[in-house]
């Protein structure tokens, strides 16, 4: 069962469902929920990147949180640019938009932001806040505009 295929210029990435909790991206193994699939050049090389949102704990955050992976592809396979743990907030979604991830998270009092992160050279920085301090229903329309 597929979850997408996508195309992109030279770029080919496929992610392939296992089951609810593996994947494959261009053989690269997934063990993971996958809650988000798109593609975009992250890092301004010109070559477009996936970026696959997946529910795992880490090392630093071991409760299982939505984080963020980016990938290369080299010689058709799926390499690994940034594996994240965390961006600011607890990331409740994201888009690529304009070579940056927006970013939906929800604060620990409980309020949402929508915040733009950029590459920083290893991995996503703050760009800036879109929205910040809001109630969910507003952070969730600013960020689907």
């Not at 940034?82 to 888009?95: M, P, Q």
Request: proline share 3%; with cysteine.
């Amino acid at each position: 069962m597929y979850l997408g295929t996508l195309t992109c210029k030279a770029q080919n990435f496929e992610l392939k469902k296992q089951n609810d909790s593996l994947y494959y991206l261009n053989g690269w193994r997934l063990p993971y929920p996958v809650y988000q699939y798109q593609t975009g050049d992250v890092d301004g090389d010109g070559k477009t990147d996936a970026i696959v949102g997946v529910i795992k704990g880490t090392r630093f955050y071991p409760e299982k949180a939505r984080r963020i992976f980016i990938f290369k592809q080299i010689n058709g396979k799926a390499r690994p640019l940034w594996l994240g743990s965390k961006l600011g907030g607890i990331l409740e979604d994201f888009h690529y938009i304009d070579g940056k991830i927006r970013a939906l998270e929800r604060t620990d009092d409980d309020l949402y932001v929508v915040s733009d992160y950029k590459w920083g050279g290893f991995g996503m920085a703050f760009d800036h806040y879109i929205i910040k301090g809001v109630n969910k229903e507003t952070a969730i329309k600013t960020f689907d505009q």
